[in-house]
């Protein structure tokens, strides 16, 4: 089933006489429970495509259509009800809450979601069972992105969207990171996209979109994706 699809999608952005095609037509499809690696140099736009893909920013045009609605047209109370009850973020520096620990940051965030799972058992499906009860600051890096991607699952969301998720990392770190959302993706048949700046793990994704200059230089499907060791 395709659960994302973005049809000749454009956002510009004026900096006083200069206008910046960050998204310059961009079309793609995802199919439900893909895990999927949207790669491209810096600047090339894939931030751009996945705020709007989140409900983060709106596209000036084009269609943006998740699980059959178009979500182009959305605005205001729409937007914010579409970003948390459909979408799961997780960031390149984690973005937690600093004063709260791991179990705060998650209950906080599903609050106001209508249909979350249980908070503890997204910290245990992460590994983090025994660091519960710890403030960011007394996590590793790993950790506090284990943390960030338990607060994300736990809305339950349509779509889990990376944007850098082992940017802060080291190598070895990183690639736990990158298995978890792998094996989530797989387990719990969530539809993960991850954006990279790094070739190297387009072989672990079942679909790789390539995005050069504000546009898809090419979308491959990977029939034997590896898994990340
Ligand atoms: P990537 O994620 O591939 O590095 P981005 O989507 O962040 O690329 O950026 C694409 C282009 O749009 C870049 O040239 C960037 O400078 C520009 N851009 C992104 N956000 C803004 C903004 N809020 N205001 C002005 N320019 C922006
Ligand atoms: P960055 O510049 O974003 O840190 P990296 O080269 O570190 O890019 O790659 C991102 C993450 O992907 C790394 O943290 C690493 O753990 C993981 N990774 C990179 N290459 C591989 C690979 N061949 N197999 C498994 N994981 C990899």
């Known amino acids: 089933k395709e659960i994302v699809r973005l049809d000749n999608v454009k956002k510009s952005y004026r900096m006083g006489e200069v206008t910046i095609h960050a998204v310059d037509g961009v079309s793609f499809y995802i199919r439900e429970g893909e895990f999927v690696v949207i ?32 979500i182009s047209k959305f605005r205001g109370k729409k937007l914010i009800e579409y970003r948390r009850e459909a979408i799961g ?24 979601c209508r249909d979350p799972l249980n908070a503890e058992d997204a910290l245990c499906d992460v590994g983090l069972k025994e660091r519960m009860q710890n403030f960011p600051a007394q996590l590793s890096g790993g950790e506090q992105q284990r943390v960030a991607i338990a607060r994300a699952l736990a809305k339950n969301p349509k779509l889990l969207l990376c944007d850098e998720p082992t940017g802060a990392l080291d190598y070895q770190t990183g690639k736990a990171i990158l298995k978890l959302l792998q094996d989530t993706c797989r387990e719990k048949k969530m539809t993960v996209i991850v954006i990279t700046h790094n070739q190297a793990i387009t072989p672990m994704a079942d679909r790789v979109i390539k995005i050069k200059n504000g546009r898809v230089s090419s979308m491959t499907e990977n029939p034997n994706p590896m898994p990340v060791e």
């Open 89 to 112: 973020f997780v960031f390149q520096f984690y973005n937690l809450i600093q004063n709260l620990t791991a179990l705060e940051n998650v209950e906080l965030a599903i609050q106001i």
């Open 39 to 70: 790669v491209g140099p810096s600047g090339a736009g894939k931030t751009t495509v996945l705020n709007i893909l989140g409900g983060m920013d709106t596209c000036d045009e084009g269609a943006v259509l998740v699980d059959g609605t178009d």
